[in-house]
């Protein structure tokens, strides 16, 4: 369904900006029109199909270049599922991905990091899209059960493991989040901020919403998100409409006050996925964006992107706290579950299992890791494929509310302790715009708990503000629960990704 409703949209909009990537020199820098994404992604697929047999993934190297796009979809239409790879990925993760995919051949719109056979250079690629095949090229794509994308994720072991997405997940996706927020009028013209990288699933949100209506795709790249003066003028140029980053990107942006409806008039919706969205955040973009849908989402990259929905309402706001993910889709199930698989009542806090239309076939090469955690379920006399998230959750009032990753509970001076109960508590005193917990180890064991904090403060020193904190978090927490040390920052460090760099944080000195 996506490539025929791609096909369409090309034919209609041949004219029509499909990419622009915005670069620090405040203009759209790379851009591309949808008759070129199409006669480009056709003739890719074309060399594709004539110089790799069978089926095999294809691995995709690169930032923000519209290449990156091209190359996507020449690797579905010539049959193979392509595996996004950033170029803020470490060389050794980087090769990793590369003997675990064990590409054909890997397209690289950036100078790949190491040598290897089989690369396709950027310039070659830039060629390759704008010759014409000399004879037709009979084209295979990708069909409903075969695998669309691999994204890679970080594994508990240290190794990175291959979420496969077949094209069905992705179409049946596409028909939910079309109508997150309002949904998509067919008959309007949307741009859409692409902030997340492509080897990172939030991207898949913003690509293929903007594919699937015809619209434009605003790409922010590393160096434009690294300055906040080239951010905010990348953004004023954007002409957004539709907002898709992970909470923290929002808060970033947020910490200035010219991030409001003066900066982008036009903007309709923001979707959020990825991390937690806290009452402060929503709050605030709706005083800033009083016209703008705010829309928490949830979902791990197994299930495809997201599950859930909730439009954040200034009454669902005041009415719960932290704020709930929502109801699940239609074609999902989600269940809380304890350790023996027993369904948890109302309140009960366990497993977030999903069953659904969009949950992956498993990981690339990994057959007991999949065995582990996917299985299958029965909805509406239809067998579905299950996913253990590992996520913690419960539901209330029809609510389905995240708290944390199950592995994020530590156990200090015997007391199990939520890290992500604690940062949501510090969340919610007055002036906290971010926070987060991390453990303090020494030989072996958790000693002692660290809370890294930016705040708006008047406050000058550290100690005093410290203190005025704890204080004011013993009215949420008991005393165990309380950080030893508070470290004051400017703003909390972020991934390429978009998330809490919570390693970079653990460097610092507490």
Not at 299 to 315: K, L, R
Not at 446 to 473: E, P, T
């Amino acid at each position: 369904m996506i490539l025929e409703e791609i096909s369409k949209n090309a034919a209609r909009f041949p004219q029509r900006t499909a990419y622009c990537q915005i670069g620090l020199n405040d203009s759209k820098t790379d851009s591309l029109l949808w008759g070129q994404l199409a006669e480009y992604s056709d003739n890719l697929a074309a060399y594709i199909a004539g110089r790799v047999s069978g089926r095999a993934p294809i691995v995709v190297y690169g930032h923000k270049s519209p290449y990156m796009i091209v190359c996507f979809l020449a690797c579905v239409k010539s049959g193979h599922a392509y595996c996004p790879i950033d170029i803020s990925v470490p060389a050794s993760r980087v090769a990793a991905i590369v003997d675990e995919v064990a590409p054909p051949c890997i397209l690289s719109t950036e100078p790949f990091p190491f040598e290897r056979e089989g690369i396709v250079t950027g310039d070659e690629i830039a060629e390759i899209c704008r010759t014409s095949p000399s004879e037709p090229v009979t084209l295979s794509p990708v069909l409903s059960d075969d695998v669309f994308y691999i994204i890679f994720t970080s594994g508990s072991t240290g190794t990175p493991k291959g979420v496969q997405i077949t094209c069905e997940c992705l179409d049946n996706y596409l028909m939910w989040a079309k109508t997150l927020g309002g949904g998509l009028d067919p008959e309007k013209h949307y741009t859409f901020i692409n902030q997340a990288p492509f080897s990172f699933d939030l991207s898949v949100m913003d690509l293929y919403l903007s594919l699937f209506s015809g619209g434009t795709l605003a790409a922010l790249d590393k160096a434009v998100q690294s300055s906040t003066a080239a951010l905010f003028r990348a953004l004023e140029k954007s002409s957004a409409n539709v907002w898709v980053s992970t909470p923290s990107f929002a808060d970033v942006c947020l910490s200035d006050e010219r991030f409001s409806e003066a900066l982008l008039p036009q903007l309709e919706k923001f979707l959020f996925c990825g991390e937690t969205l806290t009452n402060r955040t929503a709050g605030e973009l709706m005083r800033r964006f009083p016209k703008a849908v705010v829309v928490n989402t949830y979902g791990p990259t197994e299930s495809t992107v997201a599950v859930t929905e909730v439009n954040i309402t200034p009454e669902v706001n005041a009415e719960w706290s932290p704020l709930p993910v929502g109801r699940e889709k239609p074609g999902t199930r989600i269940f809380i579950m304890d350790e023996a698989g027993r369904i948890l009542r109302d309140g009960e806090k366990g497993e977030i299992v999903i069953a659904g239309d969009t949950v992956s076939i498993g990981y690339l090469n990994k057959p007991e890791l999949t065995e582990k955690v996917f299985g299958t379920y029965e909805i509406d006399g239809k067998s579905c494929r299950l996913y253990h998230t590992g996520d913690k959750g419960y539901r209330q009032n029809g609510w389905i509310f995240y708290c944390g990753r199950l592995d994020f509970q530590i156990k200090l001076h015997g007391y199990r302790i939520e890290l992500e109960d604690i940062e949501s508590n510090i969340m919610k005193l007055p002036g906290v715009r971010q926070a987060a917990v991390l453990p303090v180890y020494r030989d072996g064991q958790v000693r002692s708990i660290s809370a890294y904090v930016a705040a708006d403060r008047s406050d000058a020193d550290d100690f005093q503000y410290s203190q005025k904190l704890r204080s004011m978090l013993r009215k949420y927490v008991p005393d165990y629960m309380i950080p030893k040390k508070f470290v004051f920052v400017d703003a909390l460090p972020r991934t390429d990704n978009g998330k809490v760099d919570r390693r970079a944080l653990g460097g610092m000195r507490a």
